[in-house]
């Protein structure tokens, strides 16, 4: 158990539609990530908020975007699917102190594009 | 963006055998981190190595980082069933960047 929890498990879309996941971090943890997974890859990174902005992005384009609300949770959009937006998406909340820098994913919600 | 490469793809073995994972980057890794991963759940990570030559054990795992902290390798001893999942290695920015990971099976 992470603490992060994450909505809906699975979802199903057909092309052209958008969705929104959602993510429940850890009390506490200010700074949260998400992650897009294809199957057989490892996770990539799509963006990071700290304290409400997005503080850094990966190679994703602007129909990926986010929310961070101040009760730790946090949405992830997606515009416009297209079939390769199928893939297992990650958020991850973030523990960064003197010693240590943490990263709590949460089980992913698993995304088919029809 | 670190490139991290991960060898094998694919490792099957038998219960009480040993495994080696290997992860390379043409870079220098700052940190770096090795999670597994389970289906149907997130990577949890299992350590962090930082100080090149660096060696790390958690029970029937030994975590390696190399002199010049370009490479790293993951070793079980003894393996189990329970030991069964996607092993990843990270590198730790403001970012994680994942290589492609290890699928490893035990076999009971």
């Known amino acids: 158990e992470t603490g992060v929890t994450q909505s809906p498990t699975h979802l199903i879309k057909t092309r052209g539609q958008q969705v929104t996941l959602r993510c429940s971090s850890q009390s506490g943890h200010n700074t949260v990530s998400w992650y897009q997974q294809a199957l057989g890859q490892g996770p990539q990174f799509i963006f990071q908020?700290?304290?409400?902005?997005?503080?850094g992005r990966g190679n994703f384009p602007p129909r990926f975007s986010g929310l961070q609300f101040p009760n730790y949770s946090s949405e992830l959009n997606v515009n416009a699917l297209e079939l390769d937006d199928s893939a297992l998406y990650l958020c991850a909340s973030r523990h960064r102190d003197s010693f240590t820098d943490t990263q709590y994913f949460g089980p992913g919600t698993r995304l088919t594009v029809l | 963006t670190q490139l991290l490469e991960q060898s094998p793809q694919f490792l099957s073995i038998q219960e009480g055998e040993n495994l080696t994972v290997y992860c390379n980057s043409s870079?220098?890794?700052?940190?770096l981190q090795w999670y597994r991963q389970e289906p149907g759940e997130g990577p949890v990570l299992l350590v962090t190595?930082?100080?090149?030559?660096e060696v790390k054990k958690l029970k029937r795992l030994t975590f390696q980082f190399g002199d010049a902290r370009k490479d790293s390798s993951l070793h079980i001893t003894a393996a189990q069933p329970g030991d069964t999942g996607l092993y990843l290695c990270a590198s730790n920015d403001y970012k994680l960047s994942f290589g492609a990971g290890t699928t490893v099976t035990v076999r009971a």
């Open positions: 870079s220098v890794f700052s940190s």
């Open positions: 908020y700290y304290r409400e902005e997005e503080n």
């Open positions: 190595v930082v100080t090149g030559g």
